[in-house]
């Protein structure tokens, strides 16, 4: 079955630590995305990629970084700059815009949380 | 900048009721798509709606899109308890390559016995 894996589903942060969360797809899809998601609110868009070795900044940036080395990865990284880590995060992936009007598929989610 | 808004953001609701969510959005997208979240999971994806006047429907969710209004709805019909969920719209904001999505702040529907 095609789908996206999340991992881990729970992951601690200590103060002043870097931690990186997997976003795998095997949709073959070109576009991937990070969200966070806090308590009682909607999904914002931190970064998003729309073809291998490049991405952009989306609405809350800061405190973040990716990279997208292959077509089928999109690792996430909350460096120690994030001050307010805890959230659920969801990666997602769909086809290109011009390729037609599929929504996109998310994961099941990784939740952050500070030690 | 495209600014999303739901309307209500918590509904409780008896079984058999119908209700609408209402969903308005800033500036001209040419596509709306509603979402389900249920607690702690991930999203499942309802329905795509790209032209004026558009309306979908699957079992007791139907919804529409009112271009000029940028407004969409999702009315329930006969409300029963697994429809109990958040539902998110989201617009696509200015789409290139990627669909860069604006989501709502989401409505909470409780559907009580």
């Known amino acids: 079955d095609g789908g996206i894996t999340q991992s881990p589903k729970y992951l601690f942060r200590k103060e002043g630590q870097n931690v990186t969360l997997s976003c795998e797809q095997n949709?073959?899809?070109?576009?991937m995305y990070w969200y966070r998601q806090d308590p009682g609110q909607g999904l914002r868009l931190i970064y998003y990629?729309?073809?291998?070795?490049?991405?952009q900044k989306g609405d809350i940036a800061e405190g973040y970084s990716v990279s997208r080395e292959k077509k089928e990865s999109f690792p996430l990284t909350v460096t120690s700059a994030q001050k307010n880590p805890t959230a659920f995060y969801l990666c997602a992936s769909s086809i290109l815009a011009g390729q037609g009007t599929q929504p996109q598929h998310f994961g099941d989610g990784t939740r952050l949380s500070i030690l | 900048e495209l600014k999303v808004e739901q309307n209500p953001l918590f509904l409780s609701m008896q079984e058999g009721k119908n209700y609408t969510i209402y969903c308005n959005y800033s500036?001209?997208?040419?596509?709306l798509y509603w979402y389900r979240q249920d607690p702690g999971k991930s999203l499942e994806s309802l329905f795509v709606?790209?032209?004026?006047?558009a309306v979908k429907q699957e079992g007791r969710l139907m919804a529409s899109l009112d271009t000029k209004a940028r407004l969409s709805t999702l009315h329930i019909t006969a409300a029963v308890h697994d429809l109990s969920a958040t539902y998110f719209c989201a617009v696509v904001n200015k789409a290139r390559r990627a669909q860069k999505l604006v989501f709502g702040q989401g409505t909470r529907l409780t559907i009580n016995p």
């Open positions: 949709l073959n899809h070109d576009a």
């Open positions: 990629s729309q073809i291998v070795n490049d991405f």
């Open positions: 500036t001209t997208s040419d596509r």
């Open positions: 709606l790209l032209s004026n006047g």
